[in-house]
């Protein structure tokens, strides 16, 4: 599994890019889509929406699930990949390049502080799938 | 005692679609032309119907006949979908439903020229309500999660009338996926109870989110593992002293007719699936009905229209100004509840009792079987079905859904698979009562088999089906591309696509 | 009767493998209180000759057409069936078959659905059709919803007064449970189409959506392209309801008008009168709402080796997915009609169909012609009709009260939902009305039959 030096990492498995001074560019990791699956469609705000920190800014769908993308910072949407609605499947195959969701004029950059490093993501994903097979362990005791 | 199983469907062939078939003028219907066709202005009249097909009688015939070999079904394939209640469709209920008298009727006749279908739905509502226990039924619904929608309403038009509709909803996380649907569509927000480590929901998690603003708590009993929910009548408790009620989904019906009935659990409304416990045909997806029973203290709010019998002749009665009103067209689907009502005479008492007992032999008999080779996650009784995992074979990188796929080779309809959403993997096995043990036994051999498979031949389970018409077919790419009509593609996916 | 077929030795059998001795075991766990009150109090079972007997008794209590004239439609009609749709409908692998959540062994289901939703296209003229719906009245409540989703901050819903009675009261319903949403009634001229000057004052960026029957409930075909601009100045969805589909067969179709949700009954195609049900409900927009969509959708795709086969698809909008956030709670709707409607159209195609519509056409408008020579039957509207019509029956309670002996129902009497239509009389002549029938239906009218 890859952790991008260069980017930053949020706990719902959102990754964020610093691209210029104030201004993010946001995906998902590789962790959540291989999670997901095949990913057949993504929801996103339209250019000009505010997202908060911590809400739902739209959601990614595969065939047998939908999943809400939650903001790792606030600010104002600047632009959209528009890609995505034709090829979805830029989120599997390139994660952090093509597959890129959003960019975002920051209205805060202390949140940045929030997110994690690329260790620190790493170590959260192996905690993660660890608490899973334990969750898989108990099923039926 | 196995035996061969029947009717394992070969290697065919789909026939192309009805637009790529026929030629022009060709029509498998003979009606005279009208000499005068100029009677509505023509600014309102359209062109032909561009791409409607043209075939003669014989190429409709073998176009759906060479579409039906393609398809599994209860009377070619065991067919054991947890929660589905898979059983024999009779024969009779066909030959009865189609009786002119019984199919040409038209909603809006006189009352009079429809006294003998009045009297069959009357009867019937009163024969639902003895088997349920409950005190009133009506007949609307088209489905169970139509179903469900009415009985939420009809609690909801409760509650408002007592001076609160109130805010939440209390609904398991083993409940069929219709449960919080129902419940968003009639503006109530869905608070999830998690089941315990026996797979049922105790009473005591109940009392920790039960408060006054809680409309009713969704039960389905015996659950969606086939777990009787021991608690139910202390849980109902819980609920009443609030002032909420309970709503039960009664799809699992089956597994207890004779041995408890919901009335009497404290369930003040449940909808029941005529198309599940009462033998009418699935069609593929319908149609259904989903009556829904209730306590006297919901009656003024049943839907309208209201079946009454008069001294001398039944009525249709809308005068009811509680009425939660209309929740359909006309009075229900009448051609599915005659089939119903044909299977309750056929049963009788004691036909229905046998049922619900053998539908319990027949799962915990696959059950006891099976339990060496596949992962049990819990160890309460079941009653009609069971639900395993892949726990076991997952460790092999055999999955549920391989195990499935690959019991279509075996010429079985998989189980029901990942529902419920509480354990990973679900396997949820629901064989009815109308199987012999020669073809539970079949179906064993079958799973045993496989679970050898994923030991020895794991590739061979991974890339199952191998014998069904098509195999495994890209369902993220029909998301993706979304081609959901004809609009000129070759058959053969040879991936020239016209533009829709 | 029954249908397990368990002998004496089987269960024992079954007993033995699981380790218990007597069935009874089985249920232990169950509260001993609950099982002392379960005994069902019904007769006994019977066999299938005293099934036939006793269901023939009910059966020959009812009036069909068979033996009464009908002259009845307010939603449902009856047409002629071709023997093909039994033939097909009755094929156990279509009727025994479940949901088809396995594809590999359900092409036979998935393609007939989506052989289905293409004729629904084009018999509507829209891009994209689901796989159908209960009915046409909760068909067009799910309509209404919808709207109301994409249209998220208006709240009012305008809706015909000459749409179909039921299915106005099955939309109300519907709305009453969700956060207020005003549902605004929009009357209809003496032409007996929608009043497009009443809507067009009321209407303003709160409107949700315009509701119109295309025919509505008095047969008359509305006029969609003055609906149609003024839903178009403030942003409204407009959604048409044709309760009569064969209707679409000579109609231009609502796609042709711009119509963003076209919905409707399918009962006429195909599927006996059956007291109402079951029918289907169709449904069917433009290519874009297509993820706000209920029900159930069937996607083109292919399989490992390349060939075509088809899907459920989209189900992430569905209720075993989403669950509370699904786009409606529906799981089982109605798939043996729709294919009894696929089987119908393929047979009759396109000629059949335009020949069965024309029939209907010349028969409705020829008795109207006759009727109304008696000056005591006036057309109640002017508007352009399809199938059915209205005419106002001077003293109708008396002259109705002539036609029970000679074994005809003329009619429906409007004045139950339009008291403002006192003497009204909704006529509906198909096809499947005879000459000799409709001679006599003209007799009796006059009073001398």
């Not at chain 1, 104002?76 to 995505?84: A, G, K, M, Q, Y």
């Not at chain 1, 004029?105 to 192996?126: G, R």
Request: net charge negative.
């Amino acid at each position: 599994m890859n952790f991008p030096d260069n980017l930053k990492y949020s706990k719902e498995h959102e990754w964020v890019m610093m691209v210029e001074d104030a201004v993010a560019l946001i995906g998902i990791t590789e962790f959540a889509q291989s999670e997901l699956g095949d990913v057949v469609y993504v929801e996103l705000p339209e250019v000009g929406e505010k997202i908060t920190k911590d809400d739902p800014f739209g959601s990614v769908e595969s065939v047998k699930a939908v999943s809400d993308l939650f903001a790792p910072v606030s600010g104002t949407v600047i632009e959209v990949n528009d890609s995505l609605p034709d090829s979805p499947e830029l989120v599997n195959e390139d994660s952090y390049g093509d597959g890129w969701m959003i960019k975002v004029q920051m209205s805060d950059k202390e949140e940045l502080k929030d997110l994690l490093t690329p260790d620190e993501y790493a170590e959260y994903v192996e905690r993660q799938q660890e608490e899973d097979d334990e969750e898989d362990e108990k099923d039926g005791e | 005692m196995s035996k061969h199983s029947l009717g394992t469907v070969n290697r065919l062939r789909a026939p192309p679609l009805i637009f790529e078939s026929g030629s022009p003028e060709r029509s498998g219907f003979f009606w005279p032309e009208e000499k005068k066709t100029d009677w509505i202005p023509s600014q309102f009249v359209r062109d032909e119907i561009a791409g409607f097909p043209e075939l003669g009688e014989l190429e409709v015939l073998r176009h759906f006949t060479c579409l039906s070999h393609l398809n599994y079904s209860i009377e070619g394939q065991f067919y054991p979908l947890g929660s589905c209640t898979m059983k024999y469709n009779p024969k009779i209920n066909e030959v009865v439903a189609r009786l002119p008298g019984l199919s040409l009727l038209h909603p809006l006749a006189p009352t009079v020229l429809i006294q003998g279908a009045l009297e069959l739905l009357y009867d019937l509502e009163r024969m639902l309500v003895e088997i349920s226990g409950m005190d009133h039924v009506t007949l609307q619904p088209a489905a169970g999660a139509q179903g469900e929608l009415t009985g939420l309403m009809m609690i909801r038009a409760y509650l408002t009338a007592q001076g609160n509709p109130r805010k939440k909803i209390l609904v398991p996380d083993t409940a069929h996926g219709t449960n919080p649907a129902s419940c968003s569509l009639c503006g109530y927000d869905v608070v999830q109870i998690p089941s315990n480590e026996r797979g049922i929901i105790d009473v005591a998690k109940v009392r920790t989110v039960m408060d006054e603003e809680v409309a009713a708590l969704m039960i389905t009993n015996p659950n969606t593992f086939g777990i009787f929910e021991q608690d139910i009548q202390a849980i109902a408790e819980v609920v009443h002293h609030k002032g909420g009620l309970i709503y039960m989904d009664g799809a699992n019906l089956n597994a207890i007719m004779g041995i408890a009935k919901p009335g009497h659990m404290g369930v003040d409304a449940l909808h029941m699936n005529l198309h599940k416990t009462f033998s009418t045909p699935h069609g593929g997806g319908g149609p259904g009905a989903g009556p829904v029973g209730v306590k006297d203290i919901l009656r003024d709010f049943l839907p309208i229209p209201r079946i009454s019998k008069g001294s001398k002749r039944y009525e249709l009665r809308e005068d009811f100004p509680l009425s939660i009103g209309r929740v359909r067209s006309f009075l229900g689907n009448f051609g599915v509840l005659v089939r119903a009502y044909t299977y309750i005479i056929s049963l009788g008492a004691d036909g229905l009792e046998e049922t619900s007992r053998m539908a319990v032999l027949n799962a915990n008999y696959l059950r006891k079987r099976l339990e060496e080779y596949y992962h049990l996650p819990y160890s309460e009784p079941c009653m009609h079905e069971c639900v395993f995992t892949d726990r076991v074979q997952q460790k092999l990188g055999v999955h549920t859904i391989d195990i499935a796929k690959r019991l279509l080779d075996y010429g079985f309809h998989p189980p029901t698979i990942y529902f419920p959403l509480v354990v990973s993997g679900a396997i949820m096995i629901e064989p009815t009562e109308t199987e012999d043990p020669e073809t539970l036994d079949s179906f064993i051999d079958a799973m045993i088999s496989i679970a050898r498979e994923a030991k020895e031949n794991a590739t061979l389970v991974n890339t199952a089906p191998h014998s069904t018409p098509v195999q495994r077919l890209d369902e993220a790419g029909a998301a993706r591309r979304l081609v959901l009509r004809w609009g000129g593609s070759k058959p053969e996916g040879s991936g020239q696509k016209a533009e829709r | 009767m029954r249908y397990t077929p368990h002998t004496a030795s089987d269960k024992e059998y079954l007993l033995k493998a699981i380790g218990l001795n007597r069935i009874e075991e089985l249920f232990s766990h169950i509260p001993q209180t609950l099982k002392d009150q379960a005994s069902i109090s019904l007769p006994p079972g019977l066999t299938e000759v005293e099934v036939r007997k006793k269901m023939a008794a009910l059966a020959v209590r009812n009036g069909t057409p068979e033996d009464w004239s009908l002259f009845l439609g307010g939603g449902i009609y009856h047409h002629a069936i071709p023997s093909t749709v039994d033939a097909v409908i009755s094929r156990a692998e279509f009727a025994t078959a479940y949901t088809p959540y396995q594809p590999e062994v359900s092409q036979g289901t998935l393609q007939a659905a989506y052989e289905y939703q293409t004729l629904i296209c084009q018999l509507t003229g829209m891009e994209v059709s689901n796989a159908g719906l209960y009915d046409g009245a909760s068909g067009t409540a799910e309509a209404v919803l919808m709207a109301r989703r994409i249209q998220k901050r208006r709240n009012r819903v305008f809706v015909s007064r000459a749409l179909h009675p039921q299915y106005r009261l099955v939309i109300a319903t519907h709305l009453k449970n969700l956060e207020k949403t005003e549902i605004v009634e929009i009357p209809f001229t003496d032409a007996g189409q929608m009043d497009i000057e009443f809507l067009s004052k009321e209407m303003d960026e709160r409107a949700i959506c315009v509701v119109v029957g295309y025919p509505n409930f008095f047969g008359a075909i509305e006029d969609l392209a003055p609906l149609r601009e003024a839903c178009a100045r403030h942003g409204v969805l407009l959604i048409s309801v044709t309760t009569e589909a064969l209707s679409l067969a000579l109609l231009k179709p609502p796609g042709f008008w711009g119509v963003d949700i076209a919905v409707g009954e399918g009962q006429s195609l195909g599927l006996p009168m059956s007291l109402g049900g079951p029918g289907y409900g169709f449904f069917a927009c433009q290519k874009k709402l297509v993820r706000t969509m209920p029900g159930r959708l069937v996607g083109e795709t292919e399989d490992t080796e390349g060939r075509r086969g088809f899907v459920l698809t989209l189900a992430t909008r569905e209720q075993h997915i989403r669950r509370e956030k699904a786009t409606s709670n529906i799981c089982t709707t109605q798939t043996l009609c729709t294919l009894a409607s696929t089987v119908f159209m393929a047979t009759l195609g396109k000629g059949g169909m335009r020949r069965l519509a024309e029939a209907n056409v010349a028969r409705a408008h020829e008795t109207r012609g006759r009727l109304v020579k008696d000056a005591r039957l006036v057309p109640t509207f002017g508007a352009p009709f399809f199938n059915e019509f209205v005419l106002n029956v001077k003293g109708l309670t008396k002259v109705l009260s002539r036609f029970e002996s000679k074994r005809i129902v003329p009619g429906i009497p409007l004045k139950p939902w339009y008291p403002e239509l006192g003497e009204g009389l909704l006529i509906c002549v198909t096809e499947m009305n005879e000459r000799e029938e409709i001679d006599r239906l003209v007799e009796t009218f006059s009073g001398n039959g």
